[in-house]
Each structure stands twice: as C-alpha cells, then as structure tokens.
C-alpha cells in the first residue's frame, strides 16, 4: 500500500474513532478495488439512535476550494437517500488536524457537471461538536448561525 | 488469501447484493485483521429509510447447532444499540443457498459464556423477504408467526 494511501486510511480512522467516542456506530468502508465496488460505498457512516451520517472524505494542506467527481456525489445521495440519512463532505485541513462537515447540497454543480465547494463554504462547515450536537438533538442547528 | 477466505467474502457478497436490490443502503466491513478492529464492527449492515440492522454473517453445510463467541455477540449488540438497530445472526445454509436470520435475543448464553443457537431455533429463523417485509412495515411480525 502506497504511503499517501495509508496516510488517507488513517485520516478515516481518525474521524471514526472520534465518532465512536461520542457514542455512535461507525462503520467505514471496504478498501477499494475489490469487487465490493459494485455496490455504491460511502467512505464511513455513522449512526446514533437511527440518525444517518453519510461521509466522502477529503483532506487537504491548507484551505482552498474542492472539486468533486459526479459520479462520487450520486453514489453518496443515493445511499443517504435509501439509508434515510443525511450525506456530508468532510473535509479535514491536515495542518489544523481540524474536520469541517458541509452539506452536500451546498456544493454547486460546474458546467463540466462536476462538483465545486468554495473555499469560504469550507471554512463555514461545521465543527465536529456542532454536528454531534444537532444530530444527537442537544442544539438545534439555528445555534451554530452566525449573528447578521 | 486463503480459499474459505474468499468464499466467506463472497457469501457476505451475496447477502450484501440482496439487501442492497430491495432498496437498502448497504455496507459491509472492512477486511478483518488490520487496525480498523479497535472498533467495534458487524459483518454488514443494512439501512432502509433509518432502520438499521446489524450482522453477524455465518455459513454452516447443513441445518445444526451454532455455537459463537461471547465477544462477537457482546461487539454486535453494542453496535446495534448505539445505532437505534437490531442486531441479527444471518446464517446461510450453503447447499440450500437459503438465508435464515435470527434475532439475537433468541440466542442462549451456555454455562462457559459462549452463545448457543438450536438447530430448530435457525430453521424457525426469518426467511429473507419476511425480514425485508417487515423493515418495510409491508407485514407485521405476527404474520409471519406459525399458527398455533
């Protein structure tokens, strides 16, 4: 295994882990390349009392904006859609060793039909106690808005 | 890899494709052995619309008793109640290519601490459809309960 791919292997797991200590099950995906690629994978779900978290992983060096295949985007709206559950981008700055989550529907479609997230939508994604907070019901989201 | 290796994957395979046509999100666990086990995983999981089930994926030749390890069950109930899931014992009886699912509840606990399930408790086991019926809220549990 190549050293960047363990590098992003041990990002995942480090998302996992933090997850899992705030209480929820957390599964990542099967490593890529096998056959298991048949079926649309998201790289890690977490689940807390029946709230489904969808995740595409990115990480980068420092702050900028992302580009995301279609074909990358469909595969996580369709298994939120039939997990019932809501698809994010988690994006870790490896500098800061900080995640942000954006929505999936805050990212915009290019003309050559891929996915485009601005870099000031990124550094507005929330933080990971904001996302724990709203998914196990103890903020709503308006609490995490800014002030005009 | 070793043979039973790979033909334990493609059980799991199997099962995962089946869910995975009836409309659920599917996700199956990593390959076992590397550090991702620190967590907690099932065999696979399968959602449809936030209802989650959790597996613990056996394959026997013929219909007998199942004896499981402690800390299997123990990894797969805490996964389901962190989840809001239920955790069932998927067991495929190889020649009959049949899946049989059996709550985890039915399980006995033997005097050494092991799991025991009776040859008659998995062939009374829920038949593939029965269970995706009634996720779907299609049928009730009742319905497909023996007639006294």
Redesign the interface.
Known sequence: MSTTRKRGFAHE?DL??RF?NY?????????SGS??K??L??DL?A??????L?FEIKTMKKPRSLYIEQNQIKKLVE??D????EAYLAVKVVGSGEWVFIPIYKLEKTEKGTFKVKRDVISEGYRFEALVSIIKGVKKLTDFTKEP
């Open positions: 797991r996992a882990s899992w209480g929820f099950a957390v599964l990542r995906a099967p490593a056959k298991t048949r079926l994978y998201p779900i689940i807390y009392k029946g709230k489904v969808v298994f939120a039939r997990a019932g559950g």
